[in-house]
């Protein structure tokens, strides 16, 4: 369980995150909802640690150490190059000695297959020696989900994974983060952009604006007032 408690952020002089609390319990995915600029993504880099902040972040009641989250990101970073399975090893890179980070081709043979199996949990054991580029967007970003696993952070941070997908990519990516959350326990946090996404695949939605919490319940609930002025593509 990932708990932040008066999560406060500045840049510069402007407060953009207003002592947010959230939490996430272990085998919960959480979408959080908001409008362009209503701090998304700061709550999830505040969360993550990547932005220094005011307040208390804590995964099971402990202080939130360097390999507990793993993140995920819209525009897919994988190394093109590489084969899926390398880049899903160097989920593990945080707790291998130095040396071994230098060349992915020394991985070991039981981080090679751990991440075999972290690749099979995605549905992509077929495709481990592509290149990670001649994936498709969805393919990649399950790909970087594995990484995740590979990892094996109990809480996972993802800001817009399903943005850059098309529909049916961008289903069967909730699709996994909701099982994997639900199966392998771990606590999921998810930005999404459609509040849509988020009904049919959350198990509880928390809505931002203007930095602060003003929603926080069952995915059904009416969202339509985190975008005031906002022309949704696809409205609820
Ligand atoms: N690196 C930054 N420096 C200064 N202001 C920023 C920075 N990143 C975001 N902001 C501002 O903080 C607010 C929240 O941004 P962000 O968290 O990116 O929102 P969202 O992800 O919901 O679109 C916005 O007003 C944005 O302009
Ligand atoms: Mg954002």
New binding site residues.
Partial sequence: MLTATGLTVH??Q?E?LHGVDVSVGSGELLAVL?A????????LRAAAGLVPADGEVTIDGRRRGPLDIALVFQRIHLVGRRSALDNVCTGALGRLPLHRSLTPALFPREVREEAMGCLERVGLADRAHDRADGLSGGQQQRVAIARALCQRAPVVLADEPVSALDPAAAEQVLELLAELAHTERLAVLT?LHQPDLARRHADRVVG?RD?AVVLDGPPGQPVDSLYPHALLETPS
């Fill in positions: 840049y510069g402007r953009v908001g362009n600029g209503s701090g998304k993504s700061t709550l930005v931002l930095g």
